[in-house]
């Protein structure tokens, strides 16, 4: 049976962006899937429950997760609820979980409903989490600084234009890697796509 590999994207998404990602992971010879969920009209709690389900109904040996921004927040509130799958690897891309301060700054300015109902109990708080699963995570950072949204504010270098390094980092990950490329231009450059198939093949990235 083939390892499967599934996708959660992030904020405002749909899984489109994700087409490319999935399409090289498939022809390296991973059985892919889109999660896909309302992120903002449905919270965190609600969501991650909804992937638990939905990673319930796969039949496989091996479980991969990709997950996106607040996809990453979404698989790792589904772990800390006590998610029970086969055994796999986990990456996350881009994913602030510890807190996003472009999320902190529009709920200051009036502007918390722009993130959803995530917002407020995931994105616009200071967090300190912990990667406490047995299976091995994986962290991607972008460092392409280009604020391609000038409503956001400035970030603490270095940082993807929406989200800094910093607000990626977890303890208890097993590596992390940066790309230089900015939040959502990551997913389309091919130099991901391959540290992704390496973390999960092998446990590590490159080099």
Known sequence: MSEVVVFV?????VGLELTLLRRRLRRAGYATHQFVYRSLARGLDENAARLKSYLGSLETERLHLV???LGGLVVLRMFQQGADLPRGRVVFLGSPVRGSRSAMYLTEQGLGWAV???GPGALA???EPVWSEPRELGVIAGTHEFRFNFLLPRLASPHDGVVSLEETRIPGAKEFATIHSNHTGMLFRRELAEQVETFLKQGHFRQ
Do not use: W
């Not at 994207?9 to 998404?13: C, D, E, T, V, W």
């Open 9 to 13: 994207h992030g904020l405002y998404m």
């Open 116 to 118: 959803g109902r995530a």
């Open 67 to 69: 997950a996106h921004s």
């Open 125 to 127: 708080e200071i967090h």
